[in-house]
Each structure stands twice: as structure tokens, then as C-alpha cells.
């Protein structure tokens, strides 16, 4: 195993993982419950995720003191997925009344919308900001 995790075989480590991930079907009885249980570790990740970046990483401001963008996209979209996560498997338990249910769709669906717009603004603005360096460097090669 050590000498393949030094080739880095990703294709191999990424079966090797799969395989592990089923490993639930067999001792669950139906597939209702393996989606509570890999929800449950989802929610669980997601949460020691958010716990650990927001201790150790400077995710609100960038080393030169801008706002950091990216971290705080990461945090803001961890946190979402994190969230729903829980949502998941709160329903699944019994745990939300069933009246609450569309409100709470509705809000999992404006987050991840307003995610996803965040995300494309950010990559928009990036390619800009690239393309801008690009051309000024080419247009200094050239004088």
C-alpha cells in the first residue's frame, strides 16, 4: 500500500475508496438508511471543516490585509452544504415538522443559488483580472 500511495495511483486510491464507501449497503438494511449515514458524514465534515478553517486559517482577509474573497466563499459554501447536511438528516430522524418543509427547501435553494451566482461572479472577475495582467505584460514585452 505505501509503495502505491508513492506512485500516486489516484485512479487505484479512488477505487480502493469506493469500495470502502459501500461498505455500509451491507450492513444497513435499506438504501433510505446508507443516505442518512453518508448525510450524517457529510454534515459531520462539513461541520469539522467550518470548526477547523475558522481556527486556523485567516479565510476573512488576505496576508496584505484585502478582503479574501475566496476563503470566504469556501467558509460561506462550506457552511451551506454543511447546513443542508443537517437539514437531510434532521428529516430523515423526524426531527422538522412537515409544515416547515417547503420554507426550508425554499431557503436550501436561495443559499445555493446565491452560492453558485457568488461563485460565478468570482471566477468572472478572476479570468478578467488575468486576461488584463496577460495583455499588460504582453503589451510591455513588445515597447
Known amino acids: 500500500?505505501?509503495?502505491?500511495?508513492?506512485?500516486?495511483?489516484?485512479?487505484?486510491?479512488?477505487?480502493v475508496l469506493f469500495l470502502v464507501?459501500?461498505?455500509?449497503?451491507?450492513?444497513?438494511?435499506?438504501?433510505r438508511q446508507v443516505g442518512t449515514f453518508w448525510a450524517f458524514i457529510a454534515a459531520l465534515a462539513a461541520?469539522?471543516?467550518?470548526?477547523?478553517?475558522?481556527?486556523?486559517?485567516?479565510?476573512?482577509?488576505?496576508?496584505?490585509?484585502t478582503r479574501n474573497q475566496a476563503g470566504q466563499h469556501l467558509m460561506t459554501f462550506t457552511v451551506v452544504?454543511?447546513?443542508v447536511m443537517w437539514l437531510v438528516v434532521a428529516s430523515r430522524f423526524g426531527l422538522i415538522p412537515l409544515e416547515w418543509a417547503p420554507f426550508l427547501s425554499y431557503g436550501i435553494y436561495l443559499a445555493v443559488a446565491f452560492?453558485?451566482?457568488?461563485?460565478?461572479i468570482?471566477?468572472?472577475?478572476?479570468?478578467?483580472?488575468?486576461?488584463?495582467?496577460?495583455?499588460?505584460?504582453?503589451?510591455?514585452?513588445?515597447?
Open 81 to 83: 452544504i454543511g447546513a
Open 47 to 65: 461541520t469539522v471543516f467550518v470548526v477547523a478553517y475558522g481556527l486556523l486559517a485567516n479565510w476573512r482577509r488576505n496576508p496584505d490585509g
Open 21 to 31: 464507501c459501500m461498505v455500509p449497503v451491507f450492513f444497513l438494511d435499506n438504501p
Open 1 to 15: 500500500m505505501k509503495k502505491v500511495l508513492q506512485q500516486k495511483n489516484w485512479t487505484l486510491i479512488g477505487f
Open 122 to 143: 468570482l471566477l468572472i472577475v478572476v479570468q478578467v483580472r488575468a486576461r488584463r495582467k496577460r495583455r499588460a505584460k504582453a503589451a510591455d514585452g513588445h515597447r
Open 115 to 120: 452560492l453558485l451566482i457568488w461563485r460565478l
